[in-house]
């Protein structure tokens, strides 16, 4: 296993196992992992059992974020097990890495098997002053993967010793905000990634690096499913594991140099736009546009 | 046809929102008519930022249109005739893709917002002619 010099800051679900899959998979080894743990239900969001005893009930809030935020993985795979699983190996084909970086979506996250250095932290979202806290002990220089969405707060990304890497699922500065697959796929007819240190905007940080992706291949089934499930699909499967290959590609092309200090060039900010999470009319457009795109998943040509 | 189904739904909304009590209605009444507000292309983002955002336009806001002054929402005609402002900006030619994208995004935001249980005859009607323009303008 190579040793990463870089820090994951994770919220447990589908993104942060798609690139710790992957990160696995390609023989990374992570120097720390940072678990966040929320200490509200996200699905609720009223605190996870204030009354229990603080061991009892961080074991009992990363069991409640496993189960909510890791729930359409498994039970998709579970539901549509025939089909899902070659799809995910076309995917894996697709863009080029073993199929077995899909399984830590639906098993166990064993922080211990991802990295050198592992934390979890009870956490009352991003503003919650333990983070800045933990980031004031990091050693100087440290590059941290944040995998989550959303707004970080200025005070934990102005902690002088650590530098926030973020993917976004969007060409920047074009496409920045919201659902950026899907409006990548309206507006570009494709998808498309980048790499930035986060500031205090949305999406306005200097950027490391872009790159158009290719289509997913999509399986007949997948398109037979209604447009609400078909999206969950895509966040389940698609939206991650595309972030998590550009960030390979991105590690690969820049091995041996300080994941602090990548070239990276200041963004444009009266260039682009920004956009908040689209409308499911406007949704189901952006799905169909995705079905004429691509071809079918050879998986589901060979089955039919 | 879009534009004679545009001007019928705009001259009906704004007679609407000339009765209503609500301040924000009214401003809306003024982003209708186009010139009608000294400075109606800052608060049509605004109001654009709140229904995209909150998913909400509260009955009235400060001067600036940041602090809502009360939890009660626009009306149905409210809501109507701001997806009309949104699907005219749309609508312009001058306006890159993503612009028009955006705009339309807000309008459909808006249309979610009206009650189901609260349409009358009228509302619905102007919520299908309305629905029937944005459909045509995405495809």
């Given at each position: 296993?190579?040793?990463?010099?870089?820090?994951?800051?994770?919220?447990?679900?589908?993104?942060?196992?798609?690139?710790?899959?992957?990160?696995?998979?390609?023989?990374?080894?992570?120097?720390?992992?940072?678990?966040?743990?929320?200490?509200?239900?996200?699905?609720?969001?009223?605190?996870?059992?204030?009354?229990?005893?603080?061991?009892?009930?961080?074991?009992?809030?990363?069991?409640?974020?496993?189960?909510?935020?890791?729930?359409?993985?498994?039970?998709?795979?579970?539901?549509?097990?025939?089909?899902?699983?070659?799809?995910?190996?076309?995917?894996?084909?697709?863009y080029?890495?073993?199929?077995?970086?899909?399984?830590?979506?639906?098993?166990?996250?064993?922080?211990?098997?991802?990295?050198?250095?592992?934390?979890?932290?009870?956490?009352?979202?991003?503003?919650?002053?333990?983070?800045?806290?933990?980031?004031?002990?990091?050693?100087?220089?440290?590059?941290?993967?944040?995998?989550?969405?959303?707004?970080?707060?200025?005070?934990?990304?102005?902690?002088?010793?650590?530098?926030?890497?973020?993917v976004h699922p969007g060409v920047l500065p074009d496409i920045r905000g919201?659902d950026g697959l899907l409006w990548s796929l309206l507006l570009r007819s494709r998808p498309g990634m980048s790499a930035f240190?986060?500031?205090?905007?949305?999406d306005?940080?200097?950027i490391?690096r872009t790159q158009d992706m290719a289509l997913p291949?999509?399986?007949?089934?997948?398109?037979?499913?209604?447009?609400?499930?078909?999206?969950?699909?895509?966040?389940?499967?698609v939206d991650?594991?595309l972030r998590?290959v550009f960030?390979?590609r991105l590690?690969?092309?820049?091995?041996?140099?300080?994941?602090?200090?990548?070239?990276?060039?200041?963004?444009?900010?009266?260039?682009g736009d920004?956009f908040?999470?689209?409308?499911?009319?406007?949704?189901?457009?952006a799905?169909?546009?995705l079905?004429?795109l691509?071809?079918?998943?050879?998986?589901?040509?060979?089955?039919? | 046809?879009?534009?004679?189904?545009?001007?019928?739904?705009?001259?009906?909304?704004?007679?609407?929102?000339?009765?209503?009590?609500?301040?924000?209605?009214?401003?809306?009444?003024?982003?209708?008519?186009?010139?009608?507000?000294?400075?109606?292309?800052?608060?049509?983002?605004?109001?654009?930022?709140?229904?995209?955002?909150?998913?909400?336009?509260?009955?009235?806001?400060?001067?600036?249109?940041?602090?809502?002054?009360?939890?009660?929402?626009?009306?149905?005609?409210?809501?109507?005739?701001?997806?009309?402002?949104?699907?005219?900006?749309?609508?312009?030619?001058?306006?890159?893709?993503a612009?028009?994208?955006?705009?339309?995004?807000?309008?459909?935001?808006?249309?979610?917002?009206?009650?189901?249980?609260?349409?009358?005859?009228?509302?619905?009607?102007?919520?299908?002619?309305?629905?029937?323009?944005?459909?045509?303008?995405?495809?």
């Amino acid at each position: 296993m190579k040793r990463l010099g870089l820090t994951a800051l994770v919220y447990d679900g589908p993104m942060a196992r798609s690139y710790l899959g992957l990160l696995r998979c390609s023989g990374y080894r992570l120097e720390r992992i940072v678990l966040m743990v929320q200490a509200r239900d996200p699905g609720t969001r009223r605190p996870v059992a204030p009354w229990l005893p603080a061991k009892a009930r961080h074991y009992l809030a990363r069991r409640v974020q496993d189960l909510r935020m890791n729930h359409w993985p498994r039970e998709y795979l579970r539901q549509h097990r025939a089909w899902c699983e070659p799809w995910l190996a076309d995917l894996a084909r697709a863009y080029g890495f073993a199929p077995e970086a899909y399984r830590l979506l639906t098993g166990r996250l064993n922080l211990a098997d991802l990295a050198e250095h592992q934390q979890e932290i009870l956490v009352d979202g991003m503003g919650d002053p333990l983070l800045t806290e933990w980031a004031q002990r990091l050693p100087p220089r440290s590059p941290v993967l944040f995998t989550g969405g959303g707004i970080v707060p200025a005070a934990l990304l102005s902690v002088p010793q650590c530098r926030f890497i973020h993917v976004h699922p969007g060409v920047l500065p074009d496409i920045r905000g919201a659902d950026g697959l899907l409006w990548s796929l309206l507006l570009r007819s494709r998808p498309g990634m980048s790499a930035f240190y986060m500031n205090p905007g949305l999406d306005t940080g200097e950027i490391i690096r872009t790159q158009d992706m290719a289509l997913p291949p999509l399986p007949a089934e997948f398109l037979a499913l209604d447009a609400a499930t078909r999206y969950r699909f895509l966040y389940a499967f698609v939206d991650p594991m595309l972030r998590a290959v550009f960030l390979l590609r991105l590690l690969q092309e820049t091995q041996g140099q300080d994941l602090f200090e990548l070239p990276s060039h200041a963004q444009d900010e009266a260039r682009g736009d920004t956009f908040h999470f689209m409308n499911p009319y406007l949704r189901e457009f952006a799905l169909e546009r995705l079905h004429a795109l691509c071809t079918p998943s050879p998986a589901a040509r060979s089955a039919a | 046809m879009d534009s004679h189904l545009r001007t019928a739904l705009q001259g009906q909304l704004s007679h609407q929102l000339r009765q209503s009590a609500s301040a924000v209605e009214h401003d809306i009444a003024g982003l209708l008519a186009e010139g009608g507000l000294p400075d109606g292309a800052s608060r049509q983002l605004r109001y654009q930022r709140k229904i995209d955002i909150t998913h909400r336009i509260a009955a009235a806001y400060d001067g600036v249109v940041g602090r809502p002054l009360t939890e009660q929402s626009i009306s149905g005609d409210g809501y109507l005739a701001l997806a009309l402002v949104f699907m005219r900006s749309a609508g312009e030619a001058s306006q890159p893709a993503a612009a028009r994208l955006r705009w339309i995004n807000s309008a459909f935001n808006c249309l979610d917002q009206i009650d189901a249980q609260r349409r009358d005859d009228r509302v619905l009607d102007q919520y299908a002619a309305l629905q029937a323009l944005m459909r045509s303008a995405v495809t």
